[in-house]
């Protein structure tokens, strides 16, 4: 099982003056919920995900080696034009890699990102933002190190993202992404997601998530606030047990297939992920009141016509909805005819289960 020390390079057998990658990474939906944090980004529970795939950020990297080495040099452009405000979470995400990338501040980098979902749209950014650069960073570290494994790639890749933003982490690689120690789940790991160990049922196979945007604006309360006030939640313990308790669980349903015991374990963490926040102190509450309209309809819905049709709720009033890809027809026509309405503009993205990062250009 590898440490964060075994991520930090001893040397480096290759050098390199400029040069552009670019790759794309995919946000992610959790099946189980990852509610609160230790230090360094560790999760305080395990958590399991699907990943996307036509929701990602795209980022392409161009780096020049640069003479004055005791500072991070970089230009970020989102959509082609300069963004002042991402520069902050960059600076901070250097700052935190730098002891694993010690090669950063040996070059000016330009980064420039671009999102295929609309910005502001209410689908979180940061997951598909930080895992996409992650993926750049490590891109240039196997061109410094080629003898470089691809599982020490991937990993490490994942380590970095995490550090960016901790649900990054489980956009890097797989399907079916694990995240957080637990026992039931071969080298599942803190520090980094891991692909789900074994081979997922056929009833998963490119299972649908049709995202209703209920509201885009910004969250009244950021999910790093909502994380730091589980430390002295009332409920943490029970919750944190509980999360272990479901990913047992859902790791034998994604095996054999059970999709009435999916979707009670799929539901029951999204609205704890909200019990939590409703009974912290202070205790706020991200859904709306078209949250609930939504979630009503689909479980009536889900009664009268016996369809496998369930929701997820990320930290937000947004509403997931999942189902197999053979009901695909009947249940876009359910959220065209009755969900649509309770959607802010009538926006939803259709998507489904996803492979990961994936490498558009090398140069």
């Not at 395990?46 to 005791?70: G, M």
């Not at 992650?134 to 410094?144: G, P, R, T, Y």
């Amino acid at each position: 099982m590898r440490t964060a020390t075994d991520f930090i390079p001893k040397s480096f057998s290759s050098t390199i003056e400029s040069g552009t990658f670019q790759w794309s990474a995919p946000s992610n939906i959790a099946l189980v919920k990852y509610w609160g944090k230790k230090a360094h980004q560790i999760p305080a529970n395990p958590s399991v995900s699907f990943t996307l795939d036509a929701c990602k950020t795209i980022t392409k990297l161009t780096f020049n080696k640069k003479e004055n080495h005791d500072h991070f040099s970089f230009d970020l452009l989102f959509e082609g034009k300069p963004k002042e405000d991402f520069k902050p979470k960059i600076q901070k995400f250097f700052e935190r890699i730098a002891v694993y990338c010690p090669y950063l501040k040996q070059f000016h980098f330009t980064i420039d990102t671009q999102n295929t979902f609309p910005h502001s749209s209410g689908i979180a950014s940061s997951a598909s933002g930080m895992a996409a650069l992650a993926m750049n960073v490590m891109s240039l570290e196997k061109v410094l190190n080629p003898e470089m494994t691809e599982d020490y790639f991937y990993e490490k890749a994942s380590f970095l993202a995490r550090l960016g933003s901790g649900s990054a982490c489980r956009s890097v690689k797989g399907k079916v992404v694990v995240w957080g120690n637990h026992a039931d789940i071969d080298e599942s790991s803190d520090l980094f997601g891991v692909e789900f160990p074994t081979e997922i049922h056929a009833n998963f196979n490119n299972y649908q998530d049709t995202i209703l945007l209920v509201d885009k604006g910004e969250k009244q309360v950021s999910s790093t606030v909502g994380h730091d006030l589980m430390h002295d939640h009332p409920y943490a313990e029970q919750r944190f047990a509980q999360a272990h308790e479901n990913l047992s669980k859902l790791r034998i349903i994604l095996e054999t297939g059970d999709l009435e015991k999916f979707i009670a374990i799929v539901e029951s963490e999204a609205l704890t992920l909200h019990a939590m926040m409703m009974t912290s102190m202070p205790y706020f509450i991200l859904m709306k009141p078209n949250t609930l309209e939504i979630i009503n309809a689909i479980w009536k819905f889900r009664k009268a016509h016996n369809i496998p049709v369930c929701f997820t709720l990320d930290a937000g009033a947004n509403v997931h909805v999942l189902y197999p890809e053979n009901d695909k027809v009947t249940v876009l026509q359910f959220i065209q005819h009755e969900l649509v309405g309770y959607c802010q503009n009538g926006q939803y993205i259709c998507d489904a289960i996803g492979q990961g990062s994936q490498l558009m250009l090398e140069n």
